[in-house]
């Protein structure tokens, strides 16, 4: 008796209360066979966003010296993204750093030679096409160092609810085909769960120096795709 009682506390510990509840309430609602299937949903739309981290790195004798003229930079590089169209609300400050600088010479302790400082902006654009010029117009008022573009939806909720739809779809779809298979019919859907979506790619890095600024820099958005993902549940007759 006591062997049955620990087993039956050890089965209650292995899962959460919650998750005991959830199986629970779906195993004694379905009197035929179970079927659990996951499907994915996709849709595409063009990129309306390009977000870009851009900065500027100073070097001097000084920490002073290397801060002061990264902010003289820095503020070129900021009214250039203004004189560009970018308002304010879409400039974010997202690094200042000051480091130290030293030599190693040899059997000797280590010798400070200078600082070297770093002021780094993240900036989104809206209009795509023209990030390109806003790029080089960038690398040539002192911006050293630009990090992107990442190409983004601003507003994928349309989307993400359109994949929504074609997951649900498949997913029927599929039950229909395993049904099918068994000699069986769908009977009902007891439960359909979103898994997760996926509407950001990955960033596209793009490393710019003073020597480029003549460049045309072209920026082409393509299409994104949106993905959504769902588990759902049947119950087969």
Do not use: C
């Not at 919650?18 to 063009?46: C, F, H, K, M, P």
């Amino acid at each position: 008796m006591k062997h049955a009682i620990l087993a039956a506390l050890l089965g209650a510990v292995a899962l959460p209360a919650a998750a005991q509840a959830q199986q629970s309430a779906i195993t004694q609602s379905i009197s035929g066979t179970r079927l659990d299937v996951s499907a994915v949903g996709e849709s595409t739309r063009v990129p309306d966003v390009a977000v870009i981290s851009s900065g500027v790195v100073s070097r001097a004798q000084t920490a002073s010296a290397a801060l002061a003229d990264t902010s003289a930079k820095m503020d070129r590089v900021r009214a250039a993204l203004k004189r560009a169209g970018v308002a304010d609300r879409d400039i974010q400050t997202s690094n200042v750093s000051l480091n130290p600088e030293y030599r190693y010479p040899d059997n000797q302790a280590p010798q400070l030679v200078g600082y070297t400082a770093t002021n780094s902006v993240t900036v989104r654009f809206k209009d795509i096409r023209a990030s390109g010029k806003i790029l080089d117009a960038l690398v040539a008022q002192g911006a050293n160092q630009i990090n992107g573009p990442n190409l983004v939806v601003d507003k994928p909720e349309a989307a993400l609810d359109e994949a929504r739809a074609k997951a649900i779809a498949t997913g029927r779809a599929r039950a229909e085909l395993y049904a099918r298979s068994l000699g069986m019919r769908i009977a009902r859907i007891v439960a359909v769960s979103d898994t997760g979506s996926n509407y950001a790619p990955p960033p596209m890095p793009v490393m710019m120096e003073a020597r480029m600024a003549s460049a045309q820099t072209k920026i082409e958005p393509g299409e994104q795709k949106l993905q959504v993902s769902v588990a759902m549940t049947f119950e087969l007759q």
